[in-house]
């Protein structure tokens, strides 16, 4: 039996599998005489699961480090978050009804509120949501959540999905893999499972209802393909595929203190994007050369009201430190399209992504939060190197704006006796095809570029980068990309410059080949991709990538450029 998902976290695993079946937690509405005795026994629920996630916590915190483990400090504050548990203890009091069943309401009335938002992470926050009600109904129905500490066999886990807590339970030395209904690269046992190094294959959609438990599973977490019960020539080949990938890893790891050099001497730049302070440990884990991309909105999205000056500079300078003099560009606020701030209510736009958002915000009627945001990190600049970089620049006006505004901060900031540094380069994306075209002059007064290819290309083709329908065209080798690309890259070394790409593409084995051929100066990439990308490029020629970019820019379609990036590399 063979199921295709997606590839969450590289690797190939072969063991019999387990089963994971949460328990059924059906509450059934009851009234209820004694109130006072029911919020009692709902309370003592909430203090067993508490004690359940601070050891859970603890586990995640020896196994992972902090970041996964403060997954857990944010169950254990939803926990004692008034706004949720009041009202379900409110429900219980005035609707005289028993708080199993008020907290299935409660809590489906806030799941279903973060599951409609229009913003990929705010829907991850829904099954956290989901994770710390079920533990608790679980304590209030008298129910056991399987526990996966108990595991003490080689089995790869086959479940509808995993929750963070879950994740968190599980030994490397016995779970070779996971296998999920649901889910996506994005969500949270997934990010999981590629910092545990556990392979994982998601979103087979009816995997866990087709399978037994103790049934022998091989799956790949690169390709996604999942077979149930293999003939014995396909265990061979996966026996294979999994020596290959150790070798892979063994082989890839002796790049980490390695310099980003070409086959023929160059010199490139390999560095990390990120979302918060605690992603430096796996940049550092990877041998990344500093930060290219600070998407800085993840600060403000993971707060109720915008982080203040003092909160983002902390932030900020966390980063600095973290990198020790190493590069670290941090961009501005970028929020609109799919990204909302539930704080900032905006009208309802026909077309968000060609809407007001980024800086086109914070130069217009948010200048507020701009300046708060400029002046933290020119209060951080002191701490590091620090590059600013604005988003979603269309018009040079706008990149003047932006940088009047910043010089602004840095005099009121130097007038009250705080040390700003002198050395910020000041860049901006290059994401938006106006701005491309005319790069030139944005070279003028830009001290760097960074091309944002994946609105880049939405933008080029007209395609939507989250319609699956037109995904078909969203197409990075095609000639047309690469024409732009080009344009970018030369237009900022006629000035001195450099232009660096922290857009998908940048990481893209196929694409690296072309960009190196094309010039660009810096690569920024999520930090497990950047040993594979430094191994490449220690292959690559930059002069033969020369000729196999010029022939590219000539093609007529994409899958021609494929093939040639292919025959390049044999
Ligand atoms: C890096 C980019 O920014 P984001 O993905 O945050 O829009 C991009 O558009 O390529
Ligand atoms: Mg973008």
Request: with cysteine; glycine share 8%.
């Amino acid at each position: 039996m063979k199921f295709n998902g997606i590839g969450a976290s590289n690797g190939i695993a072969i063991a019999h599998i387990y089963k994971l079946e949460h328990p059924v937690l059906a509450p059934v509405k009851k009234d209820i005489t004694d109130v006072d005795a029911e919020i009692a026994r709902f309370d003592s629920a909430i203090d067993k699961s508490q004690g359940e996630l601070e050891r859970i916590r603890d586990n995640a915190m020896a196994k992972m480090g902090k970041e996964k483990a403060d997954v857990f400090n944010a169950h254990l504050l939803m926990l004692a978050d008034p706004e949720f548990m009041d009202a379900v203890r409110a429900k219980v009091r005035n609707e005289k009804v028993n708080s199993d069943f008020a907290l299935k309401e409660v809590a489906t009335m806030f799941i279903t509120m973060f599951e409609g938002m229009d913003n990929e992470y705010m829907r991850e926050r829904a099954a956290d949501i989901k994770d710390v009600s079920s533990r608790v109904l679980a304590h209030l129905l008298g129910k056991t959540i399987p526990d996966l500490t108990l595991i003490d066999q080689e089995v790869v886990i086959v479940a509808d999905d995993l929750t963070p807590s879950d994740t968190a339970q599980l030994n490397k030395k016995f779970v070779k893999g996971f296998a999920t209904n649901i889910g996506g690269r994005t969500s949270h046992s997934a990010i999981m499972a590629r910092s545990l190094e556990i392979p994982a294959t998601v979103g087979l959609k009816n995997i866990l209802e087709s399978v037994e438990a103790g049934q022998v599973v091989v799956m790949n977490g690169e390709t996604g393909e999942v077979i149930v019960e293999p003939s014995d020539d396909e265990v061979k080949e996966y026996q294979k595929a999994a020596i290959a990938f150790n070798e892979l890893k063994a082989m890839l790891a002796k790049f980490k203190d390695q310099p980003t050099v070409t086959a023929d001497g160059h010199h490139l730049e390999l560095v990390a994007n990120i979302g918060t302070p605690n992603d430096i440990e796996g940049i550092i884990n990877n041998g990344g050369e500093g930060v290219g991309l600070y998407r800085t909105e993840f600060l403000y999205m993971d707060a109720s009201v915008a982080p203040s000056e003092e909160e983002q500079y902390q932030a900020y300078k966390a980063v600095l430190e973290g990198m020790a003099g190493k590069p670290v560009v941090v961009r501005t606020l970028d929020i609109g399209g799919d990204k909302k701030l539930p704080y900032l209510p905006l009208p309802h736009e026909e077309n968000p992504f060609l809407g007001y958002r980024a800086l086109r915000m914070c130069i217009g009627d948010f200048k507020d939060i701009f300046n708060t945001q400029l002046r933290a990190l020119l209060r951080a600049s002191v701490h590091g190197n620090l590059k600013i970089m604005f988003p979603m620049v269309t018009i040079l006006p706008e990149f003047r704006a932006a940088k009047e505004m910043l010089l602004e901060q840095k005099a009121a900031l130097l007038a009250e006796g705080i040390a700003v540094s002198e050395d910020i380069e000041v860049g901006m994306m290059m994401e938006v095809p106006a701005s491309a075209i005319l790069a030139d002059q944005f070279a003028k007064e830009a001290d760097f570029f960074s091309i944002g290819t994946n609105d880049l290309i939405g933008y080029t083709m007209a395609a939507d980068r989250m319609n699956q329908k037109v995904s078909y065209l969203y197409q990075p080798y095609n000639p047309s990309i690469l024409r732009v690309v080009k344009g970018i890259i030369d237009a900022s070394h006629a000035e001195g410059k450099w232009t660096g790409m922290c857009g998908e593409m940048a990481g893209d084995l196929t694409a690296i080949p072309l960009l190196v051929g094309l010039g660009l100066d810096e690569f920024s990439m999520s930090a497990s991709s950047i040993l594979p990308a430094r191994e490449l490029m220690s292959r690559l020629s930059k002069a033969e990538m020369e000729k196999v970019a010029e022939q590219a820019l000539q093609m007529g379609t994409a899958e021609e450029v494929v093939e040639l990036v292919n025959n390049a590399l044999k």
